[in-house]
């Protein structure tokens, strides 16, 4: 069974400042997808950014970018030039590449504050 | 297009009550999931559907019943609601086909069992 660990509960920076979450995960699996998912107090779940595993080139989603570590299972998000509107719960995902169902699995979550 | 909605938005139940929640989707997508948040949590997956007529069981499924009688709806079922089941509940869904399509989510509802 695959799992997805955030040992991050909570962080917080100042406004315009780059904050790294982190999350690690174990599979057997040599073919999946990560994600990372933001939850902000409207409790509604957004896509943020999705790497494909076979892909060695690291996902960009404007200020988003993640560091991809296939080998240590690690799968960081960086956000750069941190707004307001950044503060929010953000979740770490993995789906096996598969046909299918296609089901995710969550880590915990970080709740990211970004002070003014 | 409404996309996912979720009715209702809150709900609060006493132990042993029953009720439904629904999840309606207008995209025509295939795959429907339940899930649900507990504080400090993730989101769990508790029963999907692959389409019309079929479901199966997810992470979590001890204590729900599902049903998908009709394409756009998936509903989530409690026969004898416990406190242990005081939680949000995430619906998603996405089109079938290909390797991956993105999952989209409803606003949750949030259940509270007394």
């Known amino acids: 069974a695959q799992t997805v660990t955030q040992s991050q509960p909570e962080m917080s920076v100042q406004e315009a400042e780059t904050v790294t979450l982190s999350c690690t995960y174990d599979t057997s699996e040599n073919n999946y997808y990560l994600f990372w998912y933001k939850q902000p107090p409207s409790r509604q779940m957004i896509l943020v950014i999705r790497?494909?595993?076979?892909?060695?080139q690291n996902a960009t989603e404007n200020r988003f970018s993640v560091n991809f570590q296939k080998a240590a299972k690690s799968f960081s998000l960086k956000i750069s030039d941190s707004q307001l509107g950044d503060t929010a719960m953000y979740f770490c995902a993995f789906m096996r590449r598969i046909q299918g169902a296609q089901k995710l699995v969550f880590g915990q979550g970080t709740r990211l504050t970004i002070n003014p | 297009n409404a996309g996912v909605t979720q009715t209702p938005k809150f709900r609060v139940l006493k132990t042993g009550q029953s009720m439904t929640l629904l999840c309606a989707q207008d995209?025509?997508?295939?795959?429907m999931y339940w899930y649900r948040q507990d504080p400090g949590m993730g989101l769990r997956l508790i029963h999907y559907s692959v389409g019309e007529g079929t479901t199966a069981k997810g992470e979590v499924p001890d204590g729900y019943n599902v049903s998908r009688l009709k394409k756009q709806n998936f509903l989530l079922g409690l026969e004898s609601a416990a406190p242990s089941q005081t939680s949000v509940y995430f619906c998603?869904?996405?089109?079938?086909?290909?390797?991956?399509?993105?999952?989209?989510f409803g606003p949750g509802t949030r259940l509270t069992v007394l």
């Open positions: 995209m025509n997508h295939e795959y």
């Open positions: 790497q494909e595993a076979y892909k060695q």
């Open positions: 998603a869904s996405r089109e079938s086909g290909g390797s991956y399509n993105e999952q989209f």
